[in-house]
């Protein structure tokens, strides 16, 4: 009998024991494919928007190591300043600089643009990270829905800025970091702005599709030029963006759904290896056009390959941002 009773301790313990280590495995297999290679970018110039927290500031970290001379395009400074005190002491690299680039504002975009230029004659790589998700119906300063207007509209404004920066450094690199939300997407032609009716989820995955059709139109203008475009999926990622979500920022959501639901996701050091990826590989010196996930290439959905759909979205883009239209690469 008293073997019995201490049995079941003994029973109990091998039963966590157990469970922890399959929950532990599972989230080790979730992390997806590492970025091995060892390259370095010393000296390279480097922006990445939204790079104080998430995915953006493990990737800041990481090329940062690399000996990269890294721009933290971020809306907060302080959040920023506090990052990249964080860097700096994981990296040893002095050359990280905090920079206000607010992308739901136009001319905070354009005040960025226009200082960068000041300070660096070129630009070799530039990663569109910053972003929102399924946020309430909220607009940036110029009143163009939060998310399209962040996610595409934004990166839009800033990539065609500077332009001129990249085409001085080619071989260059833009890396827009996309989702596999895309896959959901349509393009609203008649309500892009959903003015007539907003959906958090269906504005998100519009915004994603638009990151597609963007990096297909500019790869195309820029044929020639040595600057790549290309998209990813970073994964189902551990980050801040899903803050609005109901079900995780909940009380209830929070005890309840989120612990059974992490093995599943990716930490941020994960979710930045199809990044660091696109934007150092040396294999991809010449791919563009192109969309990866987990390291390697993938297929996206049709309508992220309607070509007729991507000139539309481009000319919309055009108009909403004020621009002229840019040049075809010389």
């Known amino acids: 009998m008293f073997s019995a009773l201490r049995s079941k301790p003994v029973v109990l313990c091998s039963t966590i024991a157990a469970g922890a280590g399959v929950t532990f495995l599972t989230k080790d297999y979730f992390q997806g494919t590492a970025f091995t290679n060892p390259v370095r970018a010393d000296g390279k110039i480097v922006v990445i928007t939204g790079a104080n927290t998430g995915i953006g500031k493990e990737t800041a970290k990481e090329l940062a190591k690399r000996g990269a001379h890294v721009y933290m395009a971020c809306r907060s400074m302080k959040r920023c300043e506090a990052a990249r005190d964080e860097i700096l002491l994981a990296s040893k690299n002095p050359n990280v600089h905090c920079r206000e680039c607010d992308l739901a504002s136009f001319a905070s975009i354009k005040e960025f643009a226009k200082k960068f230029k000041e300070e660096q004659p070129k630009l070799d790589i530039l990663i569109n990270n910053g972003g929102v ?101 970073p994964g189902v990622v551990n980050t801040e963006l899903g803050r609005h979500m109901g079900m995780f920022s909940s009380f209830l959501g929070k005890i309840f759904v989120k612990p059974f639901l992490w093995p599943f996701f990716k930490e941020p050091i994960a979710g930045a290896q199809t990044t660091l990826y696109v934007a150092l590989d040396p294999d991809l010196e010449k791919i563009t056009g192109k969309y990866f996930s987990d390291c390697a290439l993938k297929t996206p959905a049709a309508q992220a390959m309607d070509d007729k759909m991507a000139e539309w979205l481009w000319q919309v883009s055009e108009k909403w941002v004020k621009l002229d239209k840019i040049p075809a690469a010389s």
Do not use: W
Not at 151 to 163: K, S
Not at 188 to 193: A, E, G, M, W
Not at 203 to 224: C, D, E, P
């Open 133 to 233: 998700m399924r946020c309430p119906r909220m607009f940036t300063r110029e009143g163009i829905e939060l998310q399209i207007g962040v996610n595409h509209f934004g990166h839009f404004l800033l990539t065609t800025l500077l332009l001129d920066q990249l085409k001085k450094a080619a071989p260059s690199r833009v890396v827009v970091v996309s989702s596999l939300a895309h896959e959901r997407g349509h393009l609203q032609v008649d309500d892009l702005n959903s003015d007539k009716h907003y959906d958090s989820g269906a504005a998100y995955n519009q915004s994603k599709l638009a990151n597609l059709l963007f990096t297909r139109s500019l790869s195309q203008r820029l044929a020639g030029s040595g600057v790549t475009v290309n998209a990813l999926h």
